[in-house]
C-alpha cells in the first residue's frame, strides 16, 4: 500500500472537526478521487444490449438485422390456430371495477413470525404491497424485504412443477410416493425438517401426525434461530420466554450488539416507537447508546457508540451491571454472592469512561430504560441484559416476557443435531423437508448435504430449485403467500391471516397442504385446513363472523399473548459471572471473525430477488455482493486494501472473498455477511458474492477467534454506489448536538430563504406539493428505495451498470460520515428529484420534455425525450436517470407492474415524480365529491413504507399541513440552497442528544 498506509493512518487518528466525508478515497486522496468523479458521463464508454455490455460488431448488427427480416417474414408461413370460442367478462364480481384497484388484509412470515401487508390488486394481479396499520408488526409501514416480495412472486426462476431425480413428475406421483405404503414402524423411520413457525394450523397438524405416527419426529431449524435468546430465558428463568420491549416508553435504550431498527422480526415497530420516542414534545428526547462490532443502522442513529469485538460484549454487559450495583446502588433482590462477583466486573480500561456515563444516565431513569441483546450474544449475555432490567426494575414496563411464539422450544422437539446424527447412521428412511434450504445454511461440520442425499426417500418442498433441491429426490413447488392461505402470530403472538390474491401461478403447496398430505389426506385444501384450525378455537356459532372479520382485517384483535411473570434466578448467572472474571480479554492482534444476516439478501432466501441484489447497502453502499469488512487499522496492519481478494481460515475452514476497509469497524474484527455464493439453479443467485456458510459451525455459528487473513494477489470489483456523484464540499447533510441547537436555533438560516435571481418566481393558485424529511428519524433502512421500484417499474441493471454509474433508482439513500475513520457519526440522507420551482433541467431541455405543472412538480414528458442529457448535466442533485439500454423486461415479471406508472422505452431521462399517479387519483376522488384534498390523504410510496414516518408529503400552500408546520421548523433546510433552485423538497437538520460526559 505504499504511501497510502500513511495518509490512512492520519486519516484513521482525525478528530471529529472533519467536514462530511463518504469514502476513504475522499480522505486519503482528495484531488484525485474530485478527478476520477468529475466526469459525470465517462467517454468511450460501450453500448449493446443492457445483459451484455459488449461493443456492437458489425456481425452482431447484421446479424439482428437477419433475425428482424426472418421474423418480418414469419406469419406468413405459421398455421392458423383452431377457431375457439371465448365468453366476455359480462357477468363480473360487483367489487371488481376495471381500473380500479381491490385492497386486501394479509401477512408475510418471516423466520416464522407474521408482518401484517395491505397488498394491492388490478384485476387478479397483485402489484404492490404496504403496511397494514392495525398490525402491531407493521404499522402502516413496512420494510424492504415486503416490498420486493412482489418481485419473487412473479420471479421466472421459481419451480414451476415437480420433479423426480431432477426430471419433471406430477402431483399425483409425488402423493403416491408419500402414502402408497402403509408404515408399520409408526413413523420410527419417518422425520420432518421445517422452518420455525408460529402457525397454529401448522401446529395442529403436527400434533395429528405425531398421534398417527408416535416414532416420527419433528425438527425445526433456521441459521439465523439459534436460541441464544430463549436461552438466556431459560437460564435465569427456568423457561424459555420470549423478550419483549417497548421503545415507546424508553428514556434510554442501550442496544448490545443489536441492528433492532435494521433487522428482525420487530424492527419496523422499534424504529416507530424509537422515532417516536426522540421526537415527542412532552419530555426529553430519548438518548441511544450502541455497542457493536461493525457500523449498522442502529449503530448510525447512536448517540454514542462504541466499537468492541463480538467476544467482548458481554463482558461490557456485566460491567455496566457490575456499575449499577456498585457505583449506584441498585442491588434489587441480588444476592450478596452475586455482587462480590460483580466488584471484580466493574469497568475499566478502554471502555471505563463509556461504561461509567452509560450506567450513571440510565440509574436515575430507572424503570424507563431498555437493553437489547442480538441473537449472536450467547445466553448468558442475554441473561446479564434481564439482569439489568431487574435492578433498575424496567421487567413489566419497559422490558416484559411472553411465552414463545414459535413452535419447536417444548422437549417434543427433536434438535437439529439429533436428527443429523440419525441421517449419518441412516436410520431414516423418509424425510420431509419443508421450505428453508439446510443443505446450504446447515453448520458446516454436520455435512447435512452429504447425509441427506443417502435417505431412501426425501421429500422437499421449494419455491426454487436450490441447493437442497438438488440433493432430494422429490422436490415440489411451494405457493408463495400471496398465492396461499395460512396463519401466523406476530412477533407479540397477535394471530394474523393469509389470503390468496392470485391462483397459484405454478401449482403450488403450502407447508400445511404438505403435512395433511403425509398423514393422508389427499383431497383437503390450505383454505380448509385454516379455517378447520380456528374453528376448533372459536364457538362454532360465532365463528363465520369471526372468519370473516379477521380475514378482512388480516389479523385478530387483542390477540397478543399476555404477559408472563417471571422471578428471575440470580444464582444460575453467577457461574457465568465467575467465568468472566477468570477469562482474560482476547489479545489485540488476534483476529475474530463475525457473521451476520444481511440486509438484502437475509440468510439467502431473497437472493434472486433483483431488487434487493441491486439495493445498496445501508451503510457500506454495496450491491451484488457482500465482503470481508475490516477497520483502517487492521488493513494496514495486514497489508491489504479495498477489493483485495483474501484467504481467510479458521482451522480447516477457508474461504477466498474480497476486502472492504469501511470506518466504524472494531479493530480485529472482520465481518462477512450471510446468505450469497448462492450454488443452486436460480439465475440472479447463482455465483452472486461468497457463501460464509462453510466456516460457520455448531460450536461457533456467529463468531469464530484466531482467523488468519493471507493475501493471494487478486483483485474484485466491487460496486459500491456512495461515490458516484462529487459535491465538492458543499454541505448536504447537516448535524448538530439538540443541547447546541436550541442554543443556537440560527444554524440553518444559511440554508434556506430567498436567494436573488433572473428567473421569475413560480406561483400558482390551489395546492402545491412538496415534501420534508427528518434526518433525525432516517435509518437508512432503504424501504423508501425497494417501495419507489415497485410503485414506479423502475428496472434493476445489474452490476456491470451500477459499475459504470448507471444505476436507475429514482431515489438514493446518500450516506455521510463526520469525525474520525475509527468511529464517525453517521447521517443517512434520502436524495430524490427536488422538484425545484427555479429548475435548471427545465431550461436547458432543447425538447421542451421536462416541465412543470400548475401544483409544482417539475414533470417528464417521455414521448417529448430524445435523450441529449443535458438535463442531467444541469442538476445539481444528480437525480435523474437515464435508460441506456432496453431494461424492459417482457418475462413474467411484467405481470407486477403497475399499470399506471409507463413502462420507460431505452434512450430517455426519468425521476421521482413525487409519485404523479397517486396526487392524480386523489385529485379525480376529491373532485368527484366536491371537496378539498384532506391533508395526509396523498400518500407517496416512500412516504408510506417508511418505518420511522421521516418522509411527510402534502401541500405546502395549506398553513395548517404537517409538512407546512414542518417547514416552518427552525431545523428545516434547502439542499444547495445557494443555488437558487428553491427545491419543495426540504430537510430537518439531524440532531444528537450527547450525554455531556462523553461529549
Known sequence: MGDRDGLLGKVVARDDSLAFWRTFDELVEPERFRAAHDEEFPQGMPTGTWQHADVMTRRDFLGLMGAGALLAAMPGCIVAPPTEKILPYALAPHEVVPGQPLHF???????????????????????KLEGNPEHPASLGATGAFEQAAILGLYDPSRLRQPLFLGQPTTWESLVQSLTQAPRQDEGAGLRFLLEPTSSSTVARLVTRIEKAFPRARFTFFSPLETGNAYGGASLVFGRPLQAQVDLHEARVAVALDSDFLGLGPLAIRHARQFSDARRAPSHKPSRLYVVEPTLTPTGSMADHRLNARPSEIGRIAASILAELVHAHGRRAEMPDEAVQVLARLRPRGDTERFVRALAADVAPKGRAAAFLVGESQPPWVHAVAHGIHAVLGSLGRTAWFTMPTVLGLDERAHPFTALVEELSHKRVDTLVILEGNPSYNAPADMRFSDHVRGVANTVYLTPYRNETALDCKWVAPSAHF????????????????????????????????????????????????????????????????????????????????????????????????????????????????????????????????????????????????????????????????????????????????????????????????????????????????????????????????????????????????????????????????????????????????????????????????????????????????????????????????????????????????????????????PMLCQHCEKAPCEYVCPVNATVHSDDGLNEMIYNRCIGPRTCSNNCPYKVRRFNFFDYVDRSLIKLGRNPNVTVRERGVMEKCTYCVQRIRSVEIRAQLEGRRIRDGEIQVACQQACPTRAIVFGSITDPDSAVSRLRADPRSYEVLHDQGTRPRTQYLIKLFHQNKELA
Not at 388484509?105 to 402489484?127: E, K, L, W
Open 105 to 127: 388484509a394479509t401477512s408475510m412470515v418471516t423466520d416464522g413470525h407474521a408482518m401484517g401487508v395491505i397488498a394491492t390488486s388490478y384485476q387478479g394481479r397483485p402489484i
Open 482 to 829: 400471496l398465492e396461499a392461505w395460512g396463519d401466523a402470530r406476530a412477533f407479540d403472538g397477535t394471530v394474523s391471516f393469509q389470503q390468496p390474491l392470485i391462483m397459484p401461478l405454478f401449482g403450488g403447496k403450502t407447508c400445511a397442504e404438505m403435512l395433511a398430505i403425509s398423514r393422508g389426506e389427499t383431497k383437503t385444501t390450505a383454505f380448509r385446513l385454516v379455517r378447520d384450525t380456528w374453528r376448533e378455537q372459536v364457538a362454532p356459532v360465532g365463528f363465520e363472523s369471526f372468519w370473516e372479520g379477521s380475514v378482512q382485517r388480516g389479523l385478530v384483535p387483542g390477540s397478543a399473548l399476555p404477559h408472563v411473570d417471571a422471578a428471575l434466578a440470580w444464582r444460575e448467572l453467577i457461574p457465568h459471572l465467575r467465568t468472566l472474571t477468570e477469562t482474560p480479554p482476547l489479545r489485540h492482534d488476534v483476529l475474530e471473525l463475525q457473521v451476520r444476516p444481511s440486509h438484502a439478501v437475509h440468510d439467502g432466501r431473497h437472493a434472486n430477488n433483483a431488487w434487493l441484489q441491486e439495493l445498496p447497502d445501508p451503510m457500506t453502499k454495496l450491491t451484488w455482493d457482500n465482503a470481508a469488512l475490516l477497520s483502517p487499522r487492521t488493513a494496514i496492519s495486514q497489508g491489504i486494501a479495498t477489493e483485495d481478494i483474501v484467504e481467510l481460515a479458521h482451522g480447516d475452514r477457508k474461504l477466498m472473498v474480497p476486502i472492504l476497509v469501511v470506518p466504524g469497524q472494531a479493530d480485529g474484527v472482520i465481518t462477512l455477511t450471510l446468505g450469497y455464493g448462492r450454488n443452486g439453479d436460480e439465475k440472479i443467485a447463482r455465483a452472486v458474492g461468497v457463501s460464509a456458510y462453510p466456516v460457520r459451525t455448531t460450536s461457533a455459528p456467529w463468531s469464530m477467534t484466531g482467523v488468519s487473513v493471507r493475501k493471494i494477489g487478486r483483485k474484485h470489483r466491487l460496486a459500491i454506489t456512495q461515490a458516484h456523484y462529487v459535491t465538492h464540499g458543499r454541505p448536504l447533510a447537516l448535524m448538530a448536538d439538540s443541547e447546541e441547537f436550541r442554543l443556537h436555533p440560527q444554524l440553518t438560516e444559511e440554508y434556506r430563504g430567498p436567494v436573488p435571481s433572473l428567473l421569475r418566481d413560480y406561483t400558482k393558485p390551489g395546492d402545491q406539493w412538496g415534501m420534508t424529511i427528518d434526518l433525525s428519524a432516517c435509518t437508512g433502512c432503504s424501504s423508501c428505495v425497494v417501495a419507489c421500484q415497485a410503485e414506479n417499474n423502475v428496472p434493476v441493471v445489474g452490476k456491470t451498470q451500477v459499475l459504470r454509474n448507471r444505476e436507475m433508482h429514482w431515489l438514493r439513500i446518500d450516506r455521510y460520515y463526520h469525525g474520525g475513520a475509527d468511529n464517525p457519526r453517521v447521517v443517512s440522507q
